[in-house]
């Protein structure tokens, strides 16, 4: 919504209570208190995907279970909402990455940052990857960079690791970030930075050497992603949603409201239309939070096209 859209918006809908819409209607009663906003979600509890459960003394995360912080949007969320304190860095002491490989749990070699092997000895050292392996990982070294906008990460990680490393290393890494297929995956969306070094250093190991964060032990002996730039909710990432929706007014938001359509009437407000029976309600503006496939299927009957693409 355009900050001139907004200014004339009288009644705004936001559709989709997980973490997305949360913020979103946080964010436009920051921008104006007074504004009258309502958030539907169909679930019984806000948070989306995201729900913590305590269990035995142990706290499991059902999706994600931290964030990042050289994006600063999140921790900037936290410290508005005052929720900043609760916040929790990693533990130095555990800066390390398994995978499996041949049915053994086997240690990824220190020093190697998803792509970017900052030390080789780790490298040459390992059971993870064969002779021909290593050999194919150091030619990344002579690898002639190539001037691309984008990729795919796939893509990438072979061209410059060979597939040996890719698939024993590199794939289960960002596997565990991004729980997607590495070859749909964008290389510019997800880790530009690796991209970064090939334009900026013509390689991942020299562009990792030329790191200043190859210069510290403890970076030099973690693996896996940079784990001092994650945090997370000391309590569990429910608490987080939780302390966001405790900034709206109570009367804002309504749980077990599940939607079948939206429609734009004749003088453009939204026509909002319940699954349970209750009157349909008309907003002047609308912002939804849902999953793709979710907005496809409110926007079937009224925006076909924009209901396509979403799909």
Request: glycine share 8%; aromatic share 8%; net charge neutral.
């Amino acid at each position: 919504m355009l900050d001139g859209e907004f200014q004339q918006a009288k009644r705004v809908a936001v559709i989709g209570g997980g973490i997305t819409g949360l913020a979103a209607a946080h964010r436009m009663r920051e921008l104006d208190s007074s504004r009258d906003i309502t958030l539907f979600d169909s679930a019984p509890a806000l948070g989306g995907v995201l729900r913590t459960t305590h269990r035995d003394g142990y706290l499991i995360e059902h999706a994600a279970d931290n964030f990042i912080t050289n994006i600063p949007w999140a921790v900037d969320l936290c410290r508005r909402i005052g929720f900043d304190d609760q916040l929790i860095h990693t533990d130095d002491r555990y800066r390390k990455a398994f995978v499996v490989h041949k049915g053994r749990l086997l240690p990824v070699p220190d020093g190697f940052a998803l792509m970017a092997p900052a030390r080789m000895w780790p490298v040459i050292t390992t059971p993870i990857l064969s002779l021909r392996g290593k050999l194919r990982l150091a030619w990344e070294y002579f690898t002639p960079r190539r001037q691309v906008e984008d990729e795919s990460l796939e893509s990438f990680a072979t061209r410059r690791l060979g597939s040996e490393v890719y698939e024993r290393i590199v794939q289960p890494l960002v596997g565990g970030i991004y729980t997607a297929d590495p070859q749909q995956l964008s290389l510019a969306a997800t880790l530009p930075r690796f991209l970064e070094m090939e334009r900026q250093h013509g390689g991942l190991i020299k562009g990792a050497l030329k790191q200043p964060s190859a210069k510290k032990t403890s970076d030099k002996e973690s693996s896996g992603a940079r784990y001092s730039l994650f945090v997370a909710p000391r309590d569990g990432m429910t608490s987080f949603v939780s302390a966001l929706a405790a900034r709206l007014p109570a009367e804002s938001i309504q749980l077990n409201a599940g939607i079948s359509s939206v429609t734009r009437q004749e003088d453009d407000a939204w026509r909002i239309q319940f699954t349970d029976g209750r009157d349909a309600e008309s907003f002047s503006h609308l912002l939804l939070a849902t999953s793709a496939p979710t907005s496809s299927q409110l926007l079937a009957e009224d925006q076909p096209a924009l209901a396509s693409d979403l799909a």
